[in-house]
């Protein structure tokens, strides 16, 4: 079974940034896709950006051009680096791991945007 741990979530004002962290730890053999969800009260789970095992990005458009998404192989973790945020961005924030048929989550950190 794959753990993944979040970190790095928080309360900032809007413009500020914040950077989240993904650690996968567990029966993880080899490089897949990563990437977070958020999901806010009452709202559903929506995609905010996921890498691919070779690397390629891939972003919702709401947070395009002020998120980045990376990644450290070597330390079978994943980041979020969110820049100009905004309430709208307020949510909790689930990272995931893809490895073969099999979808992990982790347990979700809350990023919350407010002045």
């Known amino acids: 079974q794959v753990q993944l741990v979040e970190s790095g979530g928080g309360l900032v004002q809007p413009g500020g940034s914040l950077r989240l962290s993904c650690a996968a730890s567990?029966?993880?053999?080899?490089?897949?896709?990563m990437g977070w969800y958020r999901q806010a009260p009452g709202e559903q789970r929506d995609m905010v950006a996921l890498i691919t095992s070779s690397g390629n990005t891939n972003y919702a458009n709401s947070v395009k051009g002020r998120f980045t998404i990376s990644r450290d192989n070597a330390k079978n973790t994943v980041y979020l680096q969110m820049s100009s945020l905004k309430p709208e961005d307020t949510a909790v924030y689930y990272c995931?791991?893809?490895?073969?048929?099999?979808?992990?989550w982790g347990q979700g950190t809350q990023v919350t945007v407010s002045s």
């Open positions: 567990g029966s993880v053999f080899g490089i897949y896709p």
């Open positions: 995931y791991i893809h490895a073969g048929s099999r979808i992990s």
